[in-house]
């Protein structure tokens, strides 16, 4: 995200910003945000759309591509053909205009998805590709850089089409293709999206058009704006978010069915799940396909504790006595609900604590904000709810609080979100520690179902005793 926006974005937390204290407290969003419980129960229409959301929150957060240690798994279509991969963008051969936006954009060197899938992608003759790659590998600059090289400038219509699942991801990905095209002017681009009015019957001259599906099913068949029948690049980007969008699935497949025999088909999912493959298999046929499965998180690294509490009050006070005995650089503290997140930020404000609140009512533009804030250590302690706990990187941070622990929706256990708030990547080194704050007979059973799950030690801490906290820190 350009630089500017970042300040804009900014600019707007802080002029929605309500000082109490030193507390920020954000003001409920715009159009973009969402109601949620208070008892934090989402229906399945609110998770599908938290998917699109995450993905963008993630895009906003990410300045640079995540170092990932696992191999990328190359499935060729035709195995006897040989296996290239590039070290270099310059080895791509890439028109001087492009190679001068790549390293306009601070790229150096391809990254690890890139370094695989740019070859297969700019080949001649096209080669279709499925790929697994998760947000912040560097898959968005590599089907973009695709279908720059594939454009032809002197011919005044659509040829590159691209598809993604959400008005703001679209817009997000539009953005990559101006940056990089930035040198290259001669290629233009059009935002097949909600709100841009088009008039019937007048064809479009922008070489590259990236859309939402209805839209550009829109601009293909009732407005007749495109020819998909010239498209030479198709791009589905964030299958796994397209399926889960009711409508994305048909609507992307009849535009797909409309495409040429020739043309290039690229689709990229984070995850791939039976029913993303499945969709995967139906719209890009014979394909190369390339997996960089995202980092495993562990528990190896986590000293994990728990702490007897009665009420809200007596873990505020447990957490207190936490903050009294040891250093703690920088904490996420998890809750349940948004109304113990506010109160639980308003008493560590009284302390004396930094706090930044983070909850499911914000728009995705002010998390993004207050993410970035958090990293750039202007807050100390970011409070959260569940709906916010995915996509923040947390390997910074040294300590996590469950003052609530994980549930699911139904309120069993949900191992996968306890171990994506506590768990570190391989590749940080880095020691944690994580204190569960547990108050009734039943978050006990929970505990210990974390216990066994994992099968890793949780120890109890007694906060009343100064010295063993201390050595907890040790
Ligand atoms: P994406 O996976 O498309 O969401 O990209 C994640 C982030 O990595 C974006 O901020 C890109 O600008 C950045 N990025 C993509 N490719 C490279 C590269 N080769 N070198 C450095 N950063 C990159």
Not at 409 to 429: A, C, S, V
Request: aromatic residues 6%; hydrophobic residues 35%.
């Amino acid at each position: 995200m350009a630089t500017d926006s970042w300040a804009l974005a900014v600019d707007e937390q802080e002029s929605t910003t309500k000082t109490i204290g030193n507390l920020r407290i954000m003001e409920a969003g715009d159009a973009n945000s969402r109601q949620i419980d208070d008892d934090g129960d989402k229906s399945d229409e609110e998770e599908k759309e938290d998917r699109a959301t995450q993905s963008l929150l993630n895009k906003l957060i990410r300045s640079n591509v995540v170092n990932n240690t696992n191999q990328v798994e190359v499935l060729q279509r035709d195995p006897n053909s040989p296996l290239y991969s590039v070290k270099t963008f310059e080895e791509l051969r890439l028109k001087p205009q492009l190679l001068k936006g790549v390293y306009e954009m601070g790229f150096n060197r391809p990254s690890k998805i890139q370094e695989n899938a740019l070859p297969m992608m700019l080949a001649e003759p096209p080669q279709n590709l499925i790929a697994q790659s998760q947000s912040g590998t560097g898959k968005t600059a590599a089907f973009v850089l695709a279908m720059l090289s594939h454009v032809d400038p002197s011919l005044k219509w659509p040829q590159c089409l691209c598809i993604s699942p959400t008005y703001e991801l679209a817009l997000q990905t539009g953005k990559v293709i101006e940056q990089m095209g930035k040198f290259y002017p001669e290629v233009k681009l059009a935002y097949a999206v909600r709100g841009h009015k088009m008039e019937r019957g007048i064809k479009i001259k922008e070489q590259i058009v990236i859309g939402t599906p209805g839209t550009v099913l829109d601009w293909c068949i009732k407005l007749k704006l495109i020819d998909p029948k010239k498209i030479k690049v198709f791009v589905l980007d964030e299958a796994d978010v397209m399926i889960a969008t009711q409508g994305h699935q048909d609507q992307s497949i009849r535009i797909q069915r409309m495409l040429p025999k020739g043309c290039q088909m690229l689709l990229f999912s984070a995850t791939f799940e039976d029913s993303v493959w499945k969709f995967a298999e139906r719209v890009v046929p014979d394909p190369n396909i390339i997996k960089l499965k995202r980092e495993e998180e562990t528990l190896d690294t986590i000293k994990q504790y728990y702490v007897l509490c009665n009420s809200k009050e007596d873990k505020f006070n447990a957490l207190c006595n936490i903050y009294g005995a040891i250093t703690i650089a920088q904490a996420m503290i998890f809750c349940h609900t948004r109304k113990t997140a506010n109160w639980l930020a308003g008493q560590l404000s009284k302390e004396g604590h930094q706090v930044a609140l983070l909850s499911g009512e914000m728009a995705v533009e002010q998390r993004a904000a207050v993410i970035e804030r958090f990293r750039d250590g202007k807050e100390k302690v970011l409070i959260t709810t569940n709906v916010c706990a995915r996509g923040i990187d947390v390997e910074q941070v040294s300590v996590v609080i469950n003052f609530d622990l994980p549930l699911d929706k139904d309120g069993n256990p949900d191992n996968e979100t306890y171990l994506h708030r506590i768990g570190r990547t391989g590749r940080f080194g880095k020691r944690g520690l994580a204190v569960n704050m547990v108050d009734s007979q039943r978050s006990m059973e929970i505990l210990k179902t974390y216990e066994r799950h994992f099968n890793k030690k949780i120890a109890r801490l007694d906060t009343h005793d100064l010295d063993e906290i201390e050595k907890i820190a040790n």
